[in-house]
């Protein structure tokens, strides 16, 4: 997978290219153990809960709940054209917590335990990072 290179594109490693790859599919992932069933993010080739590396990527659902989040409204370049925009952490369904960012809402309308759902972004470039939105 080709990733143009800049300050705000991840940095994909072998243990990450397949969760961006399928990212890129509009498919969030997380990682599921067989040894101890619990699922986890960031991709990694073992389980931090029991150090297993009996484990696979697992497609997730998507839904989240809103843990935290700020707004950011200054940022340097070649954020500053996004901004204000809100990162957030989210927990998954599947239990992982995952920074990202929220669209679709006003900040005001920002609560703990909101309800989200996954989207994807498309950039101008064609690439896909995974954001939340309220669950409507
Ligand atoms: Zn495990």
């Known amino acids: 997978m080709e990733i143009a290179a800049g300050p705000d594109r991840p ?3 072998a ?6 790859a399928a990212v890129q ?4 992932m997380v990682t599921a153990c067989a040894a ?17 590396e009996d484990v696979a990527l697992s497609p997730a659902t ?10 950011v409204h200054q940022n340097a370049a070649p954020f500053d054209s996004r901004t204000p925009y809100v990162v957030a952490m ?4 599947e239990g992982p917590r995952l920074m990202t960012q929220l669209e679709g809402c006003a900040a005001d309308d920002l609560r703990p335990d909101l309800e989200l759902t996954a989207a ?12 939340f939105r309220p669950l409507t």
């Open 11 to 13: 940095i994909v490693d």
């Open 15 to 20: 243990d990450s290219e397949a969760w961006w």
């Open 25 to 28: 599919q509009r498919k969030l």
């Open 36 to 52: 101890c069933g619990r699922k986890s993010l960031y991709a990694r080739p073992f389980c931090p809960h029991c150090w297993s």
């Open 62 to 71: 998507g839904r989240a709940r809103l843990y935290t989040w700020t707004v």
């Open 90 to 93: 989210v927990d998954l369904e």
């Open 120 to 131: 994807f972004r498309e950039d101008d470039d064609g690439f896909v990072v995974p954001v």
